[in-house]
């Protein structure tokens, strides 16, 4: 094999992981999965994630269980709940035994729900403040997260039904020993994880924030789900348009290449 092909080929999956996605999903699972080993962790990941689940899946029984498991800390729940969603249900217990108790819980969680809803989306890892806590217990559970997410945090009573929500930037304005239920908004748009895909995409709840807490049937908060989210679902079966994100001459050499070392990877048929 030329390992000037080879080098364009990672190159072009690389930078363009949507479009190197689709030309892999045309060859057989067993070659596609060595040429992702050829790849950084990171790098595989973002094919992944591009690739459709129902391939995805085909790809896992090619790889030592240890790699298995590395492969599937890459994604996050809605994408391992999707590929599982593909699998038969003894290698759906088996992959979920390699990821942590609580992912696997949650894991279990997103796949009961149907993939035309909302609940099959959801982000489940979701920082989440109690109604009990002060401004100074918020504050410190903020730090030992690291926490880089959106500005508005979700309370939650002890029952994990929603209470209200909170501004970090009005958090850092009250005195820390004062109850975070004293300020919060009280008034939080929801919606059932069982609201299909179309109907939340219309949905008023968009109308002045991009992201929306999702509860199950006894009101209990599952985690939240971003716009762009509900888009991509809803494109999930459909065949998606790759917009070039570099000029589309330059898109071609790469794809040509790209092209050129799967034929060589290929086992020729006798």
Known sequence: MSTLHLKLAQHF??????????????QAPEVVTSILCTLKDHEVGAVLKAMHPSYTAQLLPNLEQVQQARWLQLLNLTDIAAILRHVSQHSTDTYLALLPLKKQTMCRMLISYPDYTVGAWVETDVL????????????LRLKK????????????????QIAGQ???YELLCRSGGQPVADFMDKQV??????????????????ERQDQVAVVNRKQGFIGTLQHYRVRRALKHHEVEQIAPLVSSDLLD??????ANVLDLLVPEKP
């Open 13 to 26: 999956m690389q930078q363009e992981p949507r479009a190197a996605a689709r030309r892999l999903e045309l």
């Open 128 to 139: 989440t403040l109690d109604d009990k806590m002060s401004v100074e217990d918020a504050m």
């Open 145 to 160: 997260r690291a926490y880089r997410g959106p500005a508005r945090l979700y309370v939650v009573n002890y029952q994990r």
């Open 166 to 168: 909170v501004s970090i």
């Open 189 to 206: 748009p929801c919606l059932s994880g069982y609201t299909e895909l179309g109907s939340a995409l219309s949905a008023s709840v968009w």
């Open 253 to 258: 050499a790469y794809a040509s290449s790209f």
